[in-house]
């Protein structure tokens, strides 16, 4: 089926044959900067759960858990979870797009609110924020806790 042959299917939001294939083609998981964070920090010795649930009831997954040290990490994409210094709204169907954006940010915030709350560390990197940097302060991050845990005390 060509472009032109292409009809939208009933309630959908995609504008075009070409805006659906663009848009089925974006990845929820495995992105680069996510492949690229988790080489390194595997590469540091340090083992994680991919795309895992934090906490059994909440519907959300974190981008790299840490389940011993109570560790959720998060790569957020720029555009989608609106980032300061490189979000820029759609010219297309504007009000759908940015108030998608908006709702991701505040399920964002709810789910720090949340981990936070279940004695969780959260930590959120931008997409464009330096691989080695992002994993420099995972690895810290970690450690610290490893060093604080009770177990880690008590030699076991």
């Not at 299917?9 to 900067?33: C, E, L, V």
């Not at 906490?55 to 959720?72: K, N, Q, S, Y």
């Amino acid at each position: 089926m060509s472009g032109d042959d292409w009809e939208r299917p009933a309630g959908s939001w995609a504008s075009s044959a070409a805006r659906r294939r663009n848009m089925q083609a974006i990845r929820s998981r495995d992105t680069k900067p996510e492949r690229l964070i988790r080489r390194l920090v595997h590469a540091q010795g340090l083992r994680y759960r991919v795309a895992a649930k934090p906490l059994p009831g909440l519907r959300r997954t974190a981008d790299m858990v840490f389940r011993p040290t109570r560790i959720a990490v998060f790569i957020d994409g720029c555009y989608w979870h609106g980032c300061p210094e490189h979000y820029v709204p759609p010219k297309t169907n504007s009000g759908y797009w940015s108030d998608k954006v908006i709702r991701n940010v505040t399920r964002d915030r709810d789910t720090d609110q949340r981990l936070v709350e279940a004695g969780w560390l959260v930590l959120r990197f931008w997409e464009h924020e330096p691989a080695d940097e992002c994993a420099a302060r995972i690895a810290a991050a970690v450690e610290k806790r490893r060093a604080e845990s009770p177990k880690s005390k008590k030699g076991g």
